[in-house]
């Protein structure tokens, strides 16, 4: 289901990103299997925000869910 998701939105042309205080093997494998190149693990509340920023700057505007 995710991965379908993930699909419909690069089919639009949104970059999705994944965000997460999870160890990095696990975020990688579920970032692989969604196809998502852009992830980051083990962030802190603080960094998850900046990254949000990060994207703003990056590309206009920032969604999460």
């Not at 998502?36 to 994207?55: H, M």
Request: glycine share 6%; with cysteine; hydrophobic share 45%.
């Amino acid at each position: 289901e995710a991965a379908r998701l993930v699909a419909a939105l690069q089919a639009r042309g949104l970059a999705v990103a994944l965000l997460s205080g999870d160890n990095p093997e696990k975020v990688r494998a579920f970032a692989e299997a969604c196809g998502i190149a852009d992830w980051r693990a083990s962030l802190a509340p603080e960094a998850k925000r900046a990254a949000a920023q990060e994207y703003r700057r990056r590309y206009g505007r920032c969604s999460a869910c």
